[in-house]
């Protein structure tokens, strides 16, 4: 059994509209084996499970073997490259249920978003995490 201590935040780095299928194609061309989150949350706030929690995905280097990873379809604005919170609200309300129940299963774990890990220098997931968990309650 994995040791969890991040609940990784994520943006796909599109639109919201975006299709798996090109996301896939994204990891293909990075070489990766397997899927960079657990879970991926469309537009419509489905959640698509892309992976077990008990494997490690690839959504943040030196941090994957204790991390469970949570995506949301979107994060750039529509010029395709400025990134901007997408989040429709079927996917923040799905998001906050996912995050509460992980909180459960891993009560220890810090939630955070990826741009928060040290050395990254991406802006995913395009809004401030700790922000969000403050307009939730659960900070």
Known sequence: MRR??????H???GQPTSTMAGVRAHWAKLGWDRPG??????ADGEVLELSKDERFTYGAKGFNANSIHIC???GVDKDGKTPKD???PAQKATMEQLV???MLK????????HKDFKGVKKACPSFEVKDWLKEIHLA
């Open 11 to 13: 943006c796909s780095a």
């Open 106 to 113: 891993y009560p220890k774990a810090q939630i955070l978003g």
């Open 100 to 102: 509460k129940e992980y």
């Open 37 to 42: 989150y657990h879970k991926m949350i469309l």
């Open 86 to 88: 997408t989040r429709t």
């Open 72 to 74: 949301y379809m979107g």
């Open 4 to 9: 969890i201590r991040y609940i990784v935040i």
